[in-house]
């Protein structure tokens, strides 16, 4: 048995009450890297985490070791995918222990967490772990849930399981989003894994069938925050809709830069000789959608020849993020590389991010069919 240990739990849903600092990790692993980032974190003295997915990278350790790999399947093409090494949970766990028992951690599930075993099981020691509020939001899987953090609705979407407008997730999410009160809590922030907005070469336009078949639901509900992992650097966007600045979409923040095994990414997919090809970037669950752009500065090609006008700010170190919301209005974001943990109030990027719902009345009320 463990000690005993005490954390404060979140405030009840109000305009005029949120978490103290909320700490937005991805794609943590247990490296150095990892240990640098949680001890940064640590010193931010957050009120709570939210894990973006890939935790543990369980599912690698065996054949990467202490190297790490940008690709595996291209290191290493004979070793098996996903080996599921299941020590390193236990690790994992104990590793994040001083963090985790004075912070309530609020997860969602990353591809490394879906460690395929005998008779198609999927996923069994990140469920077997962690516990989900998804039966209180009215959902009927743990891969996809809600809960409300004082004066902000939070939306957790799985992008391993069904996502397409016909299915229970987007069912279930639509009425979700349909029975927030933003009198109450104002703020509406969703989160899942891969990026559905993304410069770098790694993963680009890998979800592009997810954001197809969810995304005007979430602009119509304006939803005010999306955060995502997946792609191991830092990207921050400037409001955007279908690939088009939009004061009423949500600001998109990648943060798959928590530390893991598989190095940070470097490449751009604007820069030269970067694209990737249609045939890359293949998602470990759903159909591939790559498209090629019909207007705008990328019109009839793949990729940008830029910094695409929506990618506000990006750097390839490894970090975390710190949301902080100070009121109905404003909340500020702030990335910490973690090259500055020994620097005093030093960030790698800060903005606030501010509503204005009177802006976008509207097609709010608008009922998608």
Known sequence: MSEEHVFETLPLPSPN????????????????????????????????ILMVGDLTYANQYLTTGGKGAPCYSCAFPDAPIRETYQPRWDGWGRFMEPLISSSPMMVIEGNHEIEPQVSGITFKSYLTRYAVPSEESGSNSNFYYSFDAGGIHFVMLGAYVDYNSTGAQYSWLKQDLNQVDRAKTPWLVAAWHPPWYNSYSSHYQEFECMRQEMEALLYQYRVDIVFSGHVHAYERMNRVYNYTLDACGPVYITVGDGGNIEKVDVDHADEPGNCPSAGDNIPEFGGVCHINFSSGPAEGKFCWDKQPEWSAFRESSFGHGILEVVNSTYALWTWHRNQDIYKDDSHGDQIYVVRQPELCIASTLEVIS
């Open 17 to 48: 009450a949120y978490p103290h600092r909320i700490a937005i990790i991805g794609d943590l692993g247990l490296t150095s890297n990892s240990s640098t980032t949680i001890d940064h974190v640590i010193v931010n003295d957050p009120s709570m």
